[in-house]
């Protein structure tokens, strides 16, 4: 767990300095992102879940990381 959140927070990090995403708290959204598949493979969840657990994470995280993108044309 603690290595999916550091190379998380790696790739980030590299994003940021690539200038691919906004300025976050590059730490705080490694521990989110590397929580979210863990938390929708807990069996109380994944009675809940419309799609698998593996499609609900990814399709959050894609919410998420679309969300802190930075738009090119602004640059």
Do not use: H, V
């Not at 290595?3 to 959204?29: C, N, W």
């Amino acid at each position: 767990e603690d290595y999916i959140t550091a190379y998380t927070k790696e790739l980030l990090d590299t994003a940021i300095s690539q200038k691919e995403i906004k300025d976050i708290d590059t730490q705080a959204f490694a521990l989110l992102l590397g929580g979210i598949g863990r938390d929708f493979a807990k069996d109380s969840n994944i009675k809940k879940l419309i799609s698998s657990p593996e499609e609900s994470a990814n399709s959050i995280t894609e919410i998420i990381l679309n969300g802190i993108k930075l738009d090119k044309d602004n640059d």
